[in-house]
């Protein structure tokens, strides 16, 4: 330890404290302008200067950079130290276009408030400023070279903690700027336009392009959860009179403070013009403007009579990942409890419904059993069907982060992701054959002895089963299945079992398959057998690509699941609900989404709830989704008049989670608060409060006055929130399972062995199988549906601002560019993609990152990528449809048929 004095306060530091930090633990504030917490000092801006008295020598250096030494001596703010911040500050401005009265940043300039502090009001330098033009390529920000300090903060920011490196310092002395490779624009650069230089900036030198004017003193902030990808992102949200004009990235445990460009810049949709604002009901075939007594009372009607005349497991409903853990309990508990039925699920029928099936069955626990930071702290990470820095950003800006403090990368991937570029191994796997690599890998394990017999011995059970089986997954079988040389097979084998510390992350490259539950027990294998469970920077760590997914999961919209997880088919489960309810319940497990549609078809189901999704643009085979609408009596609670609202009888305009209070859960169980930031649009209601009135209506009387008394009830019902109050995640959240309220919460599952009843993980030899969906000479073609950074699930709130639609406006697909010779396409050329369920015209793009005889596109937009999806071959125990192997063919349009189309598409 080292023992300094900092303007007189005796000091105990560590060795190697730099006098910034030792500072900091006096409670002594620095100023600084370049300093960023947490990496190497850069010491441009010398703001932070101190005087140091070390061993009979007096100097004046740079608190970022200079450690402490046994008996120094430091003055923060003695004479010296003052007249060299104003001279910093002089020559700072020297180069400072000075408008403050009119600059953006007026109010939150840490140079404006530097100046103000130590009385620096214009420079006494007799110079001109450097003629350098604005950069305003940027659909998101712009860059002013006039109000640049060259403090790096920026490119710091994006090259160390976001880990893109879009930018830098160009050129040296007065000629400097801030700028991208090739003196390009930013626009043309490989900026992702997250924002988070934005942030960083103490100037207005960067600035986000401003859809209204307001003054840092203007605006009221408020602190909720992001509302898009599962990571959870904190985000503070600043308001002028009544509407958002703002987002910066808040400290949550999750997202340290970073954004991606949804989270910092697509919150137009709360405040759009095309927001719901009143209830509708289709008259004479049109849906026209209604009450809330009329719709309410008819919706009501209807479900009474179709109970009535058909019995309630007629009547199904779709809950919703993308609203809160309140809006979910209750909209389970008006099926069960008011409606009398098991007909609920939600969307994570489509995504994450095999991640729940395989690591129950495997571990006994259905979610994530790591931090997302944790992926920092491990030693070897392996991403495998997770395009991670388009769907999980802030997730890829981590790995980004592992990658460049050493750490090794592996990627499984049928797809060469943005993340392959920097990976140690990169295995391109052919679609849908996971489940033989992760054989593959086990075999490799298994011959060399590198599997942690000692733990499998304690914690797994049917190791000499998976032994003997794996034998036939040798390398070279593994290879001719997967396409993966069996020389990267055996060196990843070798990686990810060379340490207690390998973490699997892994989204819907490995879940949305017929197989897609074998898919993740076969990953839950890997991690059994090497011991990589219940340790920091280890486990299995499935992504959920919405925002709510794992909650609306816990809260029981799943048709054979209440609320954490206690079956519907138990009869003391029942017994404890029907008591904590008050009526008695179904005991018959309900439909899936995947079984409810041919169900409509089949006339067993009547009447569709619809609360928050779109599955007209969400789910497979959208032809045979229109036509179950057409034939349902649908009621439809959401935030715009969306495609799946176009088939509705009733709908019912919701609030948006920035007008809402309540709780998200994120993929790692981290439960979080979600706070109302601006009122309600027109007559908009919570979702719970609509379901409140319906269940009233249908004779089961129940009142809640907000959000919290329905999280305090269900606590009373499921174990794992038991501990868990609004008042003790005010701050950071708490991860589940989370018993009692002196309970920490779990950060990491199955330290003492897995959850699984017998405390011992599931080892199931799992068989290689292919896609019934492909293999068809008439559909030669895999297509690989995936999302993109740019957009969230249906586009329903993302293309609502304008830079974001611009930037990613209609469908494509992605063709390698061997196969797109031999189709004579080329780029920017329109083709027809057929499935066996119908066709779809859509621009091509040509890529080399693709493999031969594969195909991709976003899922994102209407009359896309599910026209041609499959909805029949389903996984057999999850009722997941194999989104990401469809049997396609492409065809060139020729030159009438393209010009027609891209005159109806400007259009």
């Known amino acids: 330890m080292i023992h300094l004095k900092i303007d007189g306060i005796p000091v105990e530091v560590e060795k190697g404290t730099t006098v910034l930090a030792a500072a900091e633990t006096a409670g002594i504030k620095i100023p600084t302008l370049c300093h960023i917490k947490g990496l190497l000092p850069d010491g441009s801006c010398r703001i932070c200067v101190v005087e140091i008295t070390s ?37 700072l401005l020297s180069e400072h276009r000075i408008h403050c009265f009119s600059c953006d940043a007026n109010g939150s300039c840490k140079l404006q408030d530097l100046c103000v502090e130590y009385g620096v009001e214009k420079t006494s330098f007799d110079c001109s400023l450097s003629e350098k033009p604005i950069d305003d390529s940027n659909r998101f920000f712009t860059y002013d070279p006039s109000l640049c300090i060259l403090c ?90 009544g509407v958002i004009v703002d987002a910066n990235g808040a400290n949550g445990p999750s997202n340290q403070g970073l954004l991606c460009v949804k989270g910092r810049y697509a919150y137009d949709f709360v405040g759009h013009k095309d927001r719901l604002r009143v209830p509708m009901v289709r008259k004479n075939g049109v849906l026209t403007e209604s009450t809330w007594e009329e719709a309410l009372q008819i919706v009501a009607d209807k479900i009474n009579e179709v109970k009535n005349t058909h ?21 389970q508990k008006f099926m069960r409890a008011a409606v009398g039925t098991n007909n609920v699920d939600h969307c994570a029928r489509l995504c994450h419904s095999s991640t729940v099936a395989g690591l129950a069955t495997t571990l006994g626990s259905g979610a994530m059993t790591n931090c997302i930071t944790e992926i920092k702290d491990a030693d070897v990470i392996f991403i495998t069907g997770s395009n991670t820095t388009e769907a999980h950003p802030v997730m890829g800006m981590y790995v980004r982060q592992a990658k460049n403090m050493g750490k090794k990368l592996i990627v499984a991937d049928p797809v060469r992701i943005p993340l392959a570029d920097m990976a140690d191994i990169y295995m391109q796997i052919k679609p849908g054959t996971s489940v033989a690599l992760s054989n593959g890998m086990l075999h490799v394990i298994f011959a060399e002895g590198l599997e942690d017999k000692e733990y499998i011995e304690k914690y797994t059970e049917g190791a000499a089963e998976l032994r003997e089986f794996v034998k036939y997954y040798t390398p070279e079988k593994t290879e001719e299945i997967t396409g993966v040389p ?102 018959v497990k309900g439909l899936t989404v995947t079984e409810t549609i041919p169900a409509i078809l089949d006339d067993q189901v009547k009447l569709l709830y619809i609360m928050g999704e779109n599955p007209m643009v969400s789910d497979p085979d959208t032809s045979h989704v229109k036509a179950a609408l057409e034939k349902a009596f649908v009621v439809v609670q959401d935030l715009f008049l969306t495609e799946t609202c176009e088939y509705a009888d009733v709908v019912f305009p919701s609030n948006s989670f920035a007008e809402k209070d309540g709780t998200f859960t994120n993929t790692e169980r981290r439960v979080q608060r979600v706070r109302q930031v601006v009122r309600p649009r027109g007559e908009s209601r919570d979702d719970w409060w609509i379901l409140m009135q319906i269940m009233n209506r249908l004779g089961y009387s129940c009142h809640y006055d907000k959000a919290e008394d329905i999280f305090n009830e269900l606590r009373t019902v499921t174990p794992s929130y038991a501990g868990i109050t609004y008042e003790r995640i005010d701050e950071c959240g708490l991860q589940w399972p989370c018993p009692s309220e002196d309970h920490p919460g779990t950060p990491i ?86 499935s066996k369920r119908g066709s779809i015209y859509v621009e091509a793009r040509i890529v080399d990152t693709l493999q031969p005889g594969v195909a991709w596109m976003p899922f994102h937009y209407a009359d896309g990528a599910n026209m041609l999806t499959d909805a029949h071959n389903l996984d057999p125990v999850c009722k997941i449809p194999g989104f990401k192997q469809v049997g396609v063919k492409i065809e060139k349009l020729n030159a009438r048929e393209a010009a027609d189309l891209v005159k109806t598409n400007n259009a």
């Not at 250096?61 to 703010?77: H, K, L, P, R």
């Not at 017929?514 to 990953?523: K, R």
């Not at 995936?786 to 930037?807: F, G, N, P, S």
Request: net charge neutral; with cysteine.
């Open 152 to 241: 790096h903060r920026c490119v710091n920011t994006c090259n160390e903690i976001v880990g893109r490196g879009a930018i830098d310092t160009m050129n040296r002395g007065f000629t400097s700027v801030i700028g991208v490779p090739f003196d390009d624009n930013w626009l043309s650069s490989t900026c992702e336009s997250c924002g988070n230089c934005v942030q960083a900036c103490p100037t207005g030198a960067l600035m986000s392009k401003p859809k209204h004017k307001f003054r840092s003193w203007q605006v009221d902030k408020v602190r909720t959860t992001c509302t898009y990808c599962g990571v959870g992102c904190q985000i503070e949200y600043s308001t002028k009179d």
């Open 55 to 91: 061993r009979g020598r007096t100097s004046i250096d740079t608190a970022c950079t200079a450690q402490c030494s046994e008996g120094d001596e430091v003055f923060t703010m003695s004479e010296k130290v003052i007249e060299s911040r104003r001279k910093t500050l002089d020559l």
């Open 486 to 587: 069996k020389e990267q097979i055996i060196e990843a084998a070798r990686l990810y079992a060379g340490t207690h510390h390998s973490y699997i992350a892994y989204a819907m490259g490995i879940t949305q398959h017929v197989n897609g539950t074998d898919n993740v027990a076969s990953l839950s294998n890997l991690a059994l057998c090497t011991g990589n469970l219940g340790r920091p920077g280890s486990g299995i760590n499935p992504l959920r690509g919405q925002n709510n997914v794992q909650g609306a999961c816990d809260m029981g919209a799943l048709p054979t699941d209440y609320p954490g997880y206690q079956k519907v088919f138990n009869g003391d489960v029942q017994a404890k609900f029907e008591r904590a309810w008050g009526v008695p319940l179904n005991p």
């Open 749 to 834: 599952l199955h330290v003492n062995g897995p959850m699984r009843a017998g405390g011992k993980g599931l080892l199931k030899c799992l068989v290689w199988q292919p896609s019934p969906d492909v293999g068809d000479p008439e559909y030669p073609y895999i297509l690989n549906t995936c999302r993109i950074l740019y957009h969230y699930h249906t586009r329903t709130m993302t293309d609502r601002t304008e830079a974001i639609h611009d930037t990613a406006p209609r469908k494509w697909i992605e063709l390698w560019h061997e196969d797109a010779m031999e189709l004579g396409v080329r780029e920017g050329d329109w083709v027809r993609v057929s």
């Open 311 to 331: 019995g309630p497991n007629a009547i199904a409903g779709f809950s919703s990942a993308r609203t809160i853990n309140e809006d979910n309990y209750l909209f």
